[in-house]
């Protein structure tokens, strides 16, 4: 059973492009989350979603950030007019229930030049 | 509001030494908790959990937490730490009911010296 897969591993993006991260969860998991990570900050919750439905987006920047997690393929973040301050590791994981064990992936690491 | 505390931020330790990192949470309800390890360059692995039963519980790698409701402690103990403990661990707790979100605690850095 593969884990929690992510790409790309690394993203470089000048300001002002987007930035487009995928996360594809483990087999028959259908809840996933993104965090994001700053040095020295820890872990931030962003967004949990649910196939074809975002339950709780309470983390996530009002502007620029969105998530989706199709029917099919992999959940998608998507930041927008990236800027330095999102230059982070942004980590996915998955659950087969909200209140179980979360299983991450290898984290995307996005650098705005 | 749901809250975790992890109150060592650095911690540095020889080689057998003992470790406790401290964990506290705020939440009325009832909680499961978490303990994550992250080493250097990789991503987050579960060391431990605790659903219900026994407050202590065993993880990988020699790790033990103990539950305790009272104090809404969820503190991580190992009798000796190595070389390989070298790494960040994080404390998260779900609430079992409402909306299911992870709250992670800070993070505390341990620098095991060889």
């Known amino acids: 059973n593969a884990g929690v897969m992510q790409n790309p591993r690394h993203l470089v993006r000048r300001r002002g492009q987007e930035a487009r991260l995928r996360c594809s969860p483990m087999?028959?998991?259908?809840?996933v989350y993104w965090y994001r990570q700053l040095p020295e900050e820890g872990l931030k919750f962003m967004v949990y979603?649910?196939?074809?439905?975002?339950?709780?987006e309470s983390g996530m920047p009002k502007e620029r950030f969105s998530a989706e997690f199709p029917k099919e393929g992999p959940s998608i973040l998507r930041i927008q007019q990236v800027v330095r301050g999102d230059s982070a590791a942004y980590f996915c994981?998955?659950?087969?229930?909200?209140?179980?064990?979360?299983?991450f992936g290898p984290g995307t690491r996005l650098l705005v030049l | 509001a749901q809250s975790v505390s992890q109150h060592n931020h650095h911690v540095i330790l020889s080689e057998a030494a003992s470790l406790e990192l401290g964990c506290n949470y705020s939440?009325?309800?009832?909680?499961?908790l978490f303990w994550y390890v992250q080493y250097p360059g990789q991503h987050l692995q579960l060391l431990l959990k605790?659903?219900?039963?026994?407050?202590l519980v065993k993880g990988i790698k020699g790790f033990e937490a103990e539950f305790i409701k009272s104090k809404f402690s969820f503190n991580l103990r190992k009798p000796s730490v190595q070389w390989s403990d070298t790494a960040e661990y994080f404390c998260?707790?779900?609430?079992?009911?409402?909306?299911?979100?992870?709250?992670f605690g800070t993070g505390t850095r341990l620098k095991v010296l060889a």
């Open positions: 994981a998955s659950s087969p229930d909200p209140s179980e064990t979360q299983y």
């Open positions: 087999k028959g998991h259908s809840h």
């Open positions: 979603l649910q196939k074809e439905n975002i339950i709780d």
């Open positions: 939440y009325g309800g009832t909680v499961n």
């Open positions: 605790y659903f219900s039963g026994d407050p």
């Open positions: 998260a707790v779900i609430a079992t009911s409402g909306t299911y979100k992870y709250i």
